[in-house]
């Protein structure tokens, strides 16, 4: 995982610094592309993974905060569109 992350960390810097020299690489767009999807894909396995060695009360109790989080996200994106 750690790996991945340095991954999308690196290639992120490689298209900030095209992008600073005026001239965007579109390769690097893609490397964060790829990399980003790697480590979303990693992330999804490891959760399956998870979520399968936990009891059905232990799932609908992850359930439940994940909803509440998206719910939080939810919120602060409609209280940052209200302020533009």
């Known amino acids: 995982m750690r790996g991945l992350l340095d991954r999308v960390t690196q290639a992120r810097r490689t298209l900030a610094a095209s992008a600073e020299r005026g001239q965007v690489d579109e390769a690097a767009a893609a490397a964060v592309g790829e990399a980003s999807g790697a ?46």
């Open 39 to 84: 480590l979303a894909l990693s992330e999804a396995r490891i959760r399956s993974e998870v979520l399968q060695l936990l009891t059905p009360e232990q799932r609908a109790e992850v359930q439940k905060h994940s909803e509440a989080r998206a719910e939080r996200a939810a919120e602060r994106t409609a209280e940052h569109r209200r302020q533009q």
